[in-house]
């Protein structure tokens, strides 16, 4: 498990910034993701299933960032290539070894979103979020277990 306070300081910071996305909502949204999708670093490859990462991003979500939303975006596609050194799509298994990557494509998923970021401080908003787009209604994700499991994980 990476300590949260480094994941939050050293990776998932730095990369908002260099994205130009930066906001304390995003962080604390991020944060819950990594700490209930891999345990805060714990698992880098879905035990049974595709997703890698952190964040657990499934290669098809990947593809689907490159190819229908950022095609269009040169803005984002700019900083991609000036700030994350990835002038095109990149493998997948990038999302495993590049922690500044992942958090990148993890902000961009979210971004693709129709609403707005929930309030950092309100993690029952936090969870509705996450819930609804990221893991999907359909996905095996329980509030419950979530919300405990990113509390745990921002505590250390």
């Known amino acids: 498990m990476i ?9 998932i910071k730095p990369s908002l910034n260099l994205m130009r996305l930066y906001s304390d909502d995003a962080i604390e949204l991020i ?3 990594a700490a209930v999708e891999s345990q805060g670093g714990t698992y880098l490859k879905q035990v049974k299933g595709p997703a890698l990462g952190i964040y657990q991003m499934e290669p098809r979500t990947h593809n689907d960032i490159w190819q229908n939303y950022l095609r269009n975006r040169t803005d984002i596609l700019y900083i991609l290539s000036a700030n994350f050194m990835v002038p095109r799509m990149p493998d997948e298994n990038r999302l495993i070894y590049d922690l500044y990557y992942a958090t990148a494509l993890c902000r961009i998923f979210y971004l693709r979103c129709p609403t707005s970021l929930p309030d950092r401080n309100n993690v029952d908003a936090i969870w509705e979020y996450y819930k609804t787009y990221y893991n999907t209604p359909a996905g095996k994700a329980k509030k419950d277990k979530c919300i405990q499991a990113y509390q745990d994980y921002v505590k250390h």
Not at 5 to 10: S, V, Y
């Open 3 to 11: 300590d949260s306070t480094q994941l939050r300081e050293l990776i």
């Open 31 to 33: 944060m819950f993701t």
